[in-house]
């Protein structure tokens, strides 16, 4: 079984601030990391992804993670916040291809203060 | 590619009523998901399907719940009698069989149940 731990339910920061999501996982496998975004009223979108490969992943609007297997950890990092940002963000895994099913966490909530 | 579509986006009802909620996948996806999102108790999975079969429904909450895929390209879930209780987000989200299992979410369908 697998599960994933966002400790952060909420997340105030100042705009231009750096900020750092945090996110643990537990699996007996070898993983998939994904955080996704959910932007008010909206569905969730994926922010990015971690297959293989390199251990830091990045997205197109500045955000990145970095996979650490000793620590079981996908934490999400930006060094400079906006205002846009602002939204609730959710860490998942999947074991691995041909896995049908995500686990997420329960999300953090990124404030964005002006 | 239009998406996930659901529909429809919003929805109010008296309790006792039966809903229906719908569900376009994105075309050439496997598997469907159905997802409640709550304050309560955030995103939980209610159910999944693969090649239009239910895999796993253990997460849909009692028997007034049911979910349906007819075929590929179209998925139902219904909830009747409504309670109030049953007030929440719905997402749908799809995905492909050989990927890595990343989910392609719905804008949702918000439903309040008075």
């Known amino acids: 079984a697998q599960s994933v731990t966002q400790l952060d339910s909420q997340v105030p920061v100042f705009e231009e601030a750096p900020v750092e999501l945090r996110c643990n996982y537990s699996s007996s496998v070898s993983v998939y990391l994904f955080w996704y975004v959910q932007y008010p009223n909206q569905g969730l979108q994926l922010l990015l992804k971690y297959l293989s490969g390199s251990t830091l992943v990045e997205s197109i609007n500045g955000f990145e993670a970095e996979f650490n297997k000793s620590q079981t950890s996908f934490h999400l990092r930006k060094p400079s916040v906006h205002i846009s940002d602002t939204a609730e963000y959710f860490c998942a895994v999947s074991s691995g291809a041909g896995s049908y099913q995500l686990t997420f966490g329960k999300g953090t909530k990124l404030s964005v203060i002006p | 590619d239009a998406g996930v579509i659901q529909s429809p986006r919003h929805e109010v009802t008296e309790m006792g009523q039966e809903v229906t909620l719908r569900c376009k996948p994105i075309?050439?996806?496997?598997?469907l998901f159905w997802y409640r999102q709550t304050m309560m108790r955030g995103l939980e999975l209610l159910i999944y399907?693969?090649?239009?079969?239910?895999?796993?429904d253990s997460g849909m909450p009692e028997d007034r719940f049911s979910a349906k895929m007819p075929n590929a390209s179209f998925s139902t879930l219904k909830i009747q009698p409504s309670e109030p209780r049953d007030s929440a987000v719905y997402f749908c989200a799809s995905s492909t069989n050989h990927g890595s299992g990343e989910q392609y979410f719905g804008p949702g369908t918000r439903l309040t149940v008075t």
């Open positions: 399907f693969n090649n239009n079969v239910p895999i796993d």
């Open positions: 075309s050439g996806h496997n598997s």
